[in-house]
Structure formats: structure tokens, C-alpha cells
């Protein structure tokens, strides 16, 4: 059974060797994201675990991809668990709006570990993940994914998700052509 948990010292160390065998919990920043992971749970676990869950957007502004700096979202981070690190869910809004800023490519973004892929993790994960939204009480979620990620488009679509536009992300992630889908709640 898969599930979704809120990070913590018990999971560390699954979540800390699947990290170790290369796999990333960003689709965007790959390895230099898991890097600092690994780095960061090394200086001080406690602390690295605090800063998955920020519902207040308290911590240090977001580097993306060219470098430009920008405020935190609120948002927080789950672990997909299967008994052990099946994958990373993370879920980023703005307080009384649905609308995103344009360097945010979604409210949900997920990554499943390849070996662990193929087996309806992210689909769950994904329908456990839009409870949290529905919480903080958002009307729908945008969810972005290449055009040449079929295996996303699924997971989405398995959820009620919609194709809404084919639009070309922002400069800062270098601007390539990207699907946006929504999910009413």
C-alpha cells in the first residue's frame, strides 16, 4: 500500500538512500537538488526535515533554475512511502488565490524513484495530495508537465485533471513549451 507521509526522522533514512543512489526529488534541478539534500541532511537532519514543512512560507527565498531568487510559497513536501522512500509530493499555493506567479509551474509536483515506477504510486499520491488542497481550501490545482511526459499526463488525467493550455514555461527555466492541466476540487 502506498502512501503519503509527513517527513520525518523515522523515514530519513530510506528517503536518504534512495537520494544516494541518484535519484532526484526535482524534476527541475535533478542532481544539484539532490546535492544539497544529501548536504543538508548531513549538517543537520532535524532542521532539514523543518524546512519540507512551511505552511507559513517562513524560510529563505527559492532559487530557480537561472539563478534569479524568489519569495517562498507556502507549501509543504510528503514523502510517497510504500515501508520505504517510494518518491517525493510536494504541494505550494498563495493565500486567497488559486492563481500562481509565473515562475511557479504548478501548485503539485511530484517525482517516484524509477524503481519504483509504474506501479500507480504518483496517481495515488497525486489523489491523496488534492485532500491537502481541498484543506486549504483552493477551488482547483494546475499541474504542469512536458509534452513528452505521457506517464504524467496519466497520472493527471487519472485524477480529473483537464488540459487547459500549451504555454511556454518562464525565462528562468528557459522557456520551453510546457501543458498545463487543472484539477477542479
Do not use: C
Not at 528517503?15 to 543538508?40: C, F, H, I, M
Not at 483552493?138 to 499526463?153: D, F, Q, W, Y
Amino acid at each position: 500500500m502506498v502512501e503519503i507521509v509527513k517527513p520525518a526522522l523515522e523515514h530519513l533514512p530510506s528517503y536518504k538512500a534512495a537520494l544516494e543512489r541518484g535519484w532526484s526529488p526535482d524534476n527541475v534541478r535533478l542532481l544539484e537538488a539532490t546535492r544539497e539534500q544529501l548536504a543538508a541532511i548531513e549538517e543537520d537532519p532535524v532542521a532539514f526535515l523543518a524546512s519540507l514543512d512551511d505552511p507559513e512560507a517562513k524560510g529563505p527565498p527559492i532559487a530557480l533554475p537561472d539563478g534569479t531568487q524568489v519569495p517562498r510559497l507556502p507549501g509543504f513536501r510528503r514523502w510517497i512511502w510504500d515501508g520505504e522512500a517510494a518518491g517525493s509530493i510536494g504541494f505550494r499555493w498563495q493565500k486567497g488565490t488559486a492563481e500562481l506567479p509565473s515562475h511557479v509551474l504548478g501548485h503539485i509536483g511530484y517525482a517516484v524513484v524509477p524503481w519504483k515506477r509504474q506501479r500507480g504510486y504518483a496517481t495515488e499520491a497525486l489523489r491523496l495530495m488534492l485532500d491537502e488542497a481541498r484543506a486549504v481550501g483552493l477551488p482547483h490545482v494546475e499541474i504542469t508537465a512536458k509534452p513528452g511526459n505521457p506517464a504524467s499526463h496519466k497520472v493527471i488525467l487519472a485524477n480529473g485533471g483537464k488540459l487547459v493550455e500549451r504555454f511556454f514555461e518562464d525565462a528562468a527555466y528557459g522557456g520551453v513549451e510546457s501543458l498545463r492541466f487543472r484539477i477542479d476540487l
